[in-house]
């Protein structure tokens, strides 16, 4: 990837808020990560010098205004705020502020408090009021001189309006809740009812006992006559007799605490939120902040707006394919994957093929890689293959541990943690003669490997042997998992979210346990070999005083400065700290040493205590986001391994031999890539079994700007204004991979 050089960076330095009022509000329903995302705004707000008030209780508090409604936010004020499901500030609905009189009321409520900078978090509706808001603005300030209620200097002084939007991610792809039937997936054709008792009583009739059956908020026939749960639920009472359970998930989905994914999400939007702000002049639009795959984007919220208004006009057309097409290519994408997955396809509909296809788990467990494994298997199926569980990586695979695997074997493993066909770091070097004999014995013609940094280097040295043995000489890819992320080639893998999660979660929780005590630190060892990203992104999404990691080196001064840092933050109103270091950060400066020397230094100003978190960082369930990421990406590298057999099959049989043909799928920015994996050789460093860029260096100083360091954010990465694309079908060769 090219590295902008040092002229060309931009750094936040230069974007001064001094003067300027940012005034923050979450809007419509409450969605997970919207503390996160008001507390980055307040912090990089306050971080640049701007005035940052918190509007209350969304649109109406702007309507109602008065000291209440419309704060000042501090620093400390919103601390502890990360952890909170919901929104803190409140964002209730304003049938105000859809007329006219109430917009009125909140631009003269804005004027009083010298507040020209908005940033709106909320949906489709809380953005089209916000765009209606800054078209009428100089209308409403003129009304408000004639009214005798401002003065025409104010005018002047507050002609603009600047607002930026914040939505979660636009790329369906990594929000992880868009599995769902309902308004977004279309409605389903006339005669579902039957279809829906019809497939019931036929999994029944295969021992399945269990069915879920999903119906979003909103859900609507072809006829758009609403689908209730109560409806379902006596359809299948009165057709099947079955016990059926209705269960709301309204207040699940929105409650508990957001996870690592929404924390880290929101407050990296937060920060492009407040940047864009400072970057907006008279001749850009208003904008919206939001994430493309790991790519910061912004978006003309005019463009966003009539998009929405283009599918909501689509639906109540009844034009439903169309508006799937307008939703993007991701979604539609996820719907087709989505219900290739869950509806088994009879004997006598499947293709034959005639290939068989090996998968196996390579490297330490990562949760997501049953449901990699699931995906796989399915996909295949579904292409016509024949598909082969190796049990126990390399080693078993050596040692004949081979079998095929059906549809059926791998029901509900999207949601079980750990490695169900096994794992091993045995690398296959040496055994690829008892490997190569297994190859032959099942007639394998493709391998898909799923794993980590040893899976990466399994890979190589597959390759190496295809000089030897023609076994090999097949189309292989890996898919990354690996809680560590540390695989080249991939900004994210399999199983980091997962980590994550239990990361901030047991950081949530040990802060909370020091509720009440005064005054102490935290010190936490995190697992990574020398790949510090759980230490430094588990530290953003905690909200961490520090995070020590190998790749950004650390001294004594450092060190003195930190202790020195949560000495001052002691005497202020949050007597809380919390300090990250990855196991492998430096050789000397160990868990021990640091927790020793800042109990000495801290001596009399607050106390210590440490903690080394372990294997339960490879554990547990997986996140919606493993599930998801590990289903679409193993999806992917099936398709992939499908053209690749057609194209090298001559005379007979597979014969890929090319360095394209084993490969290594990865997310790089916003798309899914396929790259050779002798071509990473470069990009990595094979000491420390890490990347030799990793991007997620680039989020630390946003750690340090929200735990208020002064330090320096280099924002020639963040989003540069972009067009919302209407929906192309994706050519076959498409890099952009949205699956
Ligand atoms: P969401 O933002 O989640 O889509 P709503 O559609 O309920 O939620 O919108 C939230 C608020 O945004 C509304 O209560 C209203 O104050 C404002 N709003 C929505 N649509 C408009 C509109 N067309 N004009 C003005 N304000 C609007």
Redesign the pocket.
Known sequence: MAQPDNQSKRFFESLSGAGKSIAVLT???DAQGMNAAVRAVVRMGIYVGAKVYFIRE??QGMVDGGEENIKEASWESVSSMLQMGGTVIGSA???E??SHEGRLKAAHNLVQRGITNLCVI????????AN?FREEWSGLLEELVQQGLIDEDAVQKYSALHIVGMVGSIDNDFCGTDMTIGTDSMPPEDGWEEKMCQKLSANRAGMKRLNIIIVAEGAIDCNNKPITTDHVKDLVVRCLGFDTRVTILGHVQRGGTPSAFDRILASRMGVEAVIALLETTANTPACVVSLCGNQAVRLPLMECVQMTQEVQKAMDEKKFEEAVKLRGRSFENNLKTYKLLAHRKLESELPHSNFNIAVLNVGAPAAGMNAAVRSAVRVGISEGHKMFAVNDGFEGFYKGQIKEIKWADVGGWTGQGGSLLGTKRTLPAKYVEKIAEQMRAHNINALLVIGGFEAYLGLMELLEARGKYDEFCVPMVMVPATVSNNVPGSDLSIGADTALNAITDTCDRIKQSASGTKRRVFIIETMGGYCGYLASVGGLAAGADAAYIYEEPFDIRDLQSNVEHLTEKMKGAIQRGLVLRNENSNENYTTDFIYQLYSEEGRGVFDCRKNVLGHMQQGGAPSPFDRNFGTKISAKAMLWLTKKMNETFRQGRVFANTEDTCCLLGMRRRALVFQPVVQLKDETDFVHRIPKEQWWLKLRPLMKILAKYKTSYDVSDSGQLEHVVRNIRPKESDPSGAM
Request: a positive charge; aromatic letters at 10%.
């Open positions: 809007s419509g329903g969304g649109y609905r304003c049938k502020f859809r909320g949906g489709d509706g809380s953005l089209t009021g209606l």
